[in-house]
T-cell receptor
Framework: ETGVTQSPTHLIKTRGQQVTLRCSSQ?????VSWYQQALGQGPQFIFQ???????GRGNFPPRFSGLQFPNYSSELNVNALELDDSALYLC?????????????FGPGTRLTVT | RKEVEQDPGPFNVPEGATVAFNCTYS??????FFWYRQDCRKEPKLLMS???SGNEDGRFTAQLNRASQYISLLIRDSKLSDSATYLC??????????FGAGTRLFVKA
């Protein structure tokens, strides 16, 4: 196991609602990245947090936002949910940001928007 | 053109076979490369990093060709437990991480 945990494991929401997903990073890891994985696709980078600051963002609209806490755990918030937001949301932690560090994934949260 | 491209497969091979996957990337400034495996409805798990000199881990061999901008994964003596989706990952500095769509492998008895 990677030591990265996510909650909840499954979630069903209605279009227009808001959702918060949570992630606890592996011990000693100060960097957390969030990914969205639609069915049959590879994970797509949403954003990364390093020491409580957003360190970079992929091609996702502002209604996707996040936080990182002093203990390096993190939240992903999605407002005004759309049907296309249905996906597996993955959190990955790493020792530091940067291209050479390995990311370790949590089990994911499966979000269904109806 | 996608930044990272993989043959989606599926690859259907018998136990004991050797199978190879390729992955091409478009950003010549890419810095690091990885292979992850993902079982159905599970999270991706690191299989191996890919180094310029090539590297081997048991039955798995990964290679990088910077000139042609592709990485490869070779699996020898396939096992039933190797059945999974194999994801190619390319990082190009800072936070930018790009996953391929994955290649599905089915190993049959």
């Amino acid at each position: 196991e990677t030591g990265v945990t996510q909650s909840p494991t499954h979630l069903i929401k209605t279009r227009g609602q808001q959702v918060t997903l949570r992630c606890s990073s592996q011990s000693g890891h100060n960097t957390v990245s969030w990914y969205q994985q639609a069915l049959g696709q590879g994970p797509q980078f949403i954003f990364q947090y390093y020491r409580e600051e957003e360190n970079g963002r992929g091609n996702f609209p502002p209604r996707f936002s996040g936080l990182q806490f002093p203990n390096y755990s993190s939240e992903l918030n999605v407002n005004a949910l759309e049907l296309d937001d249905s996906a597996l949301y993955l959190c990955a932690s790493s020792l530091a940001p940067g291209a050479l560090t390995v990311e370790y994934f949590g089990p994911g949260t499966r979000l269904t928007v109806t | 053109r996608k930044e990272v491209e993989q043959d989606p497969g599926p690859f259907n091979v018998p136990e004991g076979a050797t199978v190879a996957f390729n992955c091409t990337y478009s950003n010549s400034a890419s810095q690091s490369f990885f292979w992850y495996r993902q079982d159905c409805r599970k999270e991706p798990k690191l299989l191996m990093s890919v180094y310029s000199s090539g590297n081997e881990d048991g039955r798995f061999t990964a290679q990088l060709n910077r000139a042609s901008q592709y990485i490869s994964l070779l699996i020898r003596d396939s096992k039933l437990s190797d059945s999974a989706t194999y994801l190619c990952v390319v990082k190009s500095g800072g936070f930018k991480t790009i996953f391929g769509a994955g290649t599905r492998l089915f190993v049959k008895a």
